[in-house]
């Protein structure tokens, strides 16, 4: 399985931000935003910080995981994992 990368950002990630990062999801809350994809390589995922930052965007940090959270929520209840 592919690591996910959740890249957390100040500000909110409006229209054109997210069509020069059409490789990554967006979830924006009020003042923060989480740009969440997959990286191939560790020059993929600097590749995608230089981005980020041209986008005008300041990452707070970084989460590697084996799922996003977000895509997690979004799970139907048939195929979430079984709670404890």
Not at 44 to 64: C, P, S, Y
Request: proline residues 5%.
């Amino acid at each position: 399985m592919a690591e996910v990368y959740e890249f957390h950002v100040t500000g909110v990630v409006g229209p054109v931000v997210r069509a020069a990062l059409p490789e990554l999801s967006a979830d924006s809350q009020s003042r923060v935003s989480v740009l969440t994809g997959t990286a191939a390589s560790a020059e993929a995922i600097d590749e995608l910080l230089r981005r980020i930052g041209n986008a005008g965007l300041k990452t707070t940090h970084i989460l590697i995981t084996r799922e996003s959270r977000w895509q997690h929520s979004a799970m139907p209840a048939d195929d979430a994992p079984a709670g404890d």
